[in-house]
């Protein structure tokens, strides 16, 4: 049976930094960020937009009333989660009117939950083809003003709808997963910003992407070659590469060209966007397949990875018509209609959070945003 990607799509919030004006506010030269990091924009998101938010106004835009009829199961991946005990995905079933008989839950691993959530998905659909699941991988990248990390935030979400026949990506049988109990990246509960050893963030991050390769290949007897293009998970956009180059050592150098010009698609989105945690690798695979040529039947191999650590490579196939399925025009319009902020605006947006122990309310543009807050409890604009 085939199982993959149907529907694809992303939101991000409608404000952004850009990086030269946030590297001279930090006395920075900005060529640090926009080539030493390869970010150009960042998100920015109001205290009225949440992981729930992004997620509705994600989803919404791939889902039909049929699809809502279908889909059993909602997962949201997120390490943004906003209750430590109510799923985030029991309020974006209701947001959406999906039908009541479905399952719905969060998954939590760091950057890695979107895949967890995915790998769930695909083996759901394997037991009940007519059914169709949502898969959602939503968060809010933050690491605090003027903080080492502050460059490499971001904010948004990547909604899939995973479904037998799919119409965009066959999701293959080949995944090999690592897990590594190491504290490169970790953010314990009641903390509101992460700890981060980034030396040993990225190093972490390159091996494990070279040890699951390495089991990948021998396990199911699979080279670079056999591949059109590899999306990776992108914390920042040179972090990805650095682990590409590091595996493309002993190739040759039309090889080597070939899979960095795919790889330089797969990163347009994200250089203006930051860090999406769980939703960046699907992000990076909707710009490869948005802004770069392939054809029915490529592979396309995914490294995911989730601090802490766990690390999986997998692999899909482009199907007949994916192309259209994209929502490329869409997706564009989103990013350039977005509102750049200078950076006294982006440091009082930053700054102004929301306090779940005062009652107000509130009044966002968007089509799904907090209204209000009373007992604690978020209320949602509703479609």
């Keep these: 049976m085939n199982v993959g990607i149907d529907k694809i799509s992303f939101f991000v919030p409608p404000y952004y930094v850009d990086m030269t004006d946030l590297a001279l506010a930090r006395e920075v030269d900005p060529n640090k960020f926009h080539i030493g990091i390869g970010q150009d924009k960042m998100a920015v998101n109001k205290k009225t937009q949440d992981i729930v938010t992004f997620a509705a106004n994600a989803a919404k835009n791939i889902l039909t009333d049929e699809d809502k009829k279908q889909i059993d199961m909602v997962i949201v991946g997120t390490e943004s989660g906003i209750d430590e005990s109510k799923a985030s995905a029991v309020v974006l079933h209701r947001l959406l009117g999906v039908q009541p008989f479905a399952r719905a839950f969060e998954m939590k691993e760091a950057c890695y939950a979107g ?187 995914l490294f995911s990875y989730g601090s802490g650590t766990v690390a999986e490579f997998f692999s899909g196939t482009l199907v007949e018509g994916y192309q259209n399925q994209l929502l490329t025009m869409l997706h564009q319009k989103q990013l350039a209609e977005r509102k750049g902020l200078s950076i006294a605006e982006y440091e009082k947006m930053f700054n102004d959070r929301l306090d779940i122990n005062e009652d107000s309310d509130y009044e966002d543009s968007l089509l799904y945003s907090i209204t209000s807050i009373s007992n604690t409890v978020r209320a949602y604009k509703e479609n």
């Design 115 to 301: 895949t967890a959530a995915l790998q769930y998905a695909l083996a759901h659909i394997k037991s009940h083809p007519q059914s169709k699941v949502l898969v959602v991988a939503s968060d809010i990248a933050k690491y605090g003003i003027a903080s080492g990390g502050e460059p490499t935030q971001g904010a948004g979400a990547v909604a899939m709808l995973v479904s037998a026949d799919p119409k965009i990506l066959q999701l293959n049988d080949d995944s090999v997963a690592l897990t590594q109990d190491i504290y490169d990246f970790w953010r314990p509960v009641g903390y509101e910003y992460p700890m981060v050893d980034g030396q040993l963030s990225n190093e972490t991050y390159i091996q494990a992407f070279q040890k699951v390769w390495e089991e990948y290949q021998h396990r199911n007897q699979k080279s670079i070659a056999d591949f059109a293009a590899l999306a990776f998970h992108i914390p920042y956009t040179k972090m990805g590469k650095k682990a590409l180059l590091a595996t493309l050592e002993d190739e040759s150098s039309n090889e080597q060209e070939r899979i960095l010009t795919k790889y330089e698609a797969s990163i347009v989105y994200s250089r203006q966007v930051g860090n999406l945690y769980t939703g960046s690798l699907y992000l990076g695979l909707i710009s490869l397949l948005e802004n770069s040529e392939l054809k029915v039947g490529d592979q396309i191999g």
